[in-house]
């Protein structure tokens, strides 16, 4: 009898939803790229998902 209480869940798996700011549309897997700060205002973040990031070779802020 197989153990299906011990899987592990697949690699690379997207886990955020949210705007890409490269192509300009909501997708699967977003990443943060870069951060953007302001002194007098709110500032900003932009995110880019996996496509994007292969095809414009931006790196995910985390890994920098």
């Not at 009898?1 to 977003?30: I, K």
């Not at 951060?35 to 900003?44: A, D, K, Y």
Request: hydrophobic share 35%.
């Amino acid at each position: 009898m197989s153990d299906l209480t011990g899987s592990t869940p697949e690699q690379d798996t997207p886990r955020e939803y949210g705007w890409c700011a490269w192509h300009g549309n909501f997708a699967a897997g977003v990443r943060l790229i870069e951060v953007i700060e302001q002194g007098s205002g709110p500032g900003g973040a932009q995110f880019a998902c996996a496509p994007c990031r292969k095809v414009y070779g931006l790196i995910p802020f985390a890994d920098r």
